[in-house]
């Protein structure tokens, strides 16, 4: 409470003093003004002139060293943004100074009035600081293909901004997401390591040669070209159901190719099946009347 009080006691007599410097200002002849500030508004103007180009060759020096850096495209011009602002910020302060005008009354009050708007949009302010939370920690990058389980939600990542991300969906439906539902619920990124594991189920009959049907798996597995052949298919019996012998594949894959070879090994499984004989069980009911 005592630090309120005397920040509003501050604001107020920096008020007061930049009330004075206008009031001063209101009472002399344009004329005397001409007279007092005239060489001190054209060093004003060079200091704007000169402070401008130094900003602009030293954002030039940080921006080359910011984008060494790998950062996201939002969060490059997140860091230009600030920058920039505080530069400018610092050269209008500087011609202010020069003007004779109370810097220190000019500081005050813009810190009450950003205060005042802070609170204002303290939400907005919550979705801007989790998009620089998933800017600078990358989660995701664009191209990317993510889900929020949480929210039901999966696409492709299109943009990262500062407030939404937006995702296309694979039906083509873009999503707008707020920031703070991205930074705080659980989210998978199918495709940051680049491989999926596809794992998939083959059920046959307890009168199936069960060797047969695995062979035939392991030979579709080994002809199809999405596949990757680095890593060593895992094909075993996975459970004995009440009418079937359930034999699992496990297989790795290029993320962007899973839905495709998932349906590929399922047609041809199914068909080399056909062409052998195996026979693939489906539920049924057997009916005896005495």
């Known amino acids: 409470m005592k630090h309120i009080l005397l920040t509003s006691a501050e604001s107020s007599a920096s008020g007061e003093t930049f009330d004075a410097f206008i009031d001063s200002l209101e009472k002399m002849e344009p004329s005397e003004i001409l007279s007092k500030y005239g060489e001190k508004l054209l060093w004003a103007i060079v200091t704007v002139i000169v402070g401008a180009v130094l900003v602009r060759w030293a954002l030039r020096i940080i921006m080359r060293y910011v984008k060494k850096s790998e950062l996201a495209a939002g969060a490059t011009k997140f860091i230009h943004g600030i920058i920039a602002f505080l530069l400018y910020f ?42 620089i939370t998933i800017l600078f920690s990358k989660p995701f990058n664009a191209g990317d293909f993510v889900e929020i389980p949480e929210e039901g939600i999966s696409g492709f990542v299109s943009e990262v901004g500062l407030i939404h991300t937006h995702l296309f969906t694979a039906d083509n439906k873009e999503i707008i997401i707020p920031n703070s539902i991205v930074a705080g619920d659980t989210l998978i990124n199918y495709s940051k390591i680049g491989l999926r594991r596809l794992d998939a189920v083959y059920s046959i009959g307890y009168a199936e040669d069960f060797e047969k049907a695995k062979n035939i798996i392991r030979e579709v597995v080994d002809a199809e070209p999405l596949v990757e052949k680095e890593k060593e298919p895992f094909i075993m019996m996975t459970a004995m159901a ?48 005495k």
């Open 90 to 131: 610092i050269v209008i302060l500087t011609a202010a100074s020069v003007l004779g005008i109370p810097v220190t009354s000019v500081l005050a009050i813009f810190s009450v009035f950003t205060l005042a708007f802070s609170l204002a949009i303290k939400d907005i302010i919550a979705l801007f600081a989790s998009g």
């Open 242 to 289: 009440p009418s079937s012998v359930d034999i699992v594949c496990k297989v790795y894959v290029k993320w962007d190719s899973y839905e495709t070879l998932r349906c590929r090994l399922n047609e041809k499984i199914k068909l080399a099946f056909d062409k052998n004989g195996i026979e693939i069980p489906y539920s049924q009911m057997d009916v005896h009347i």
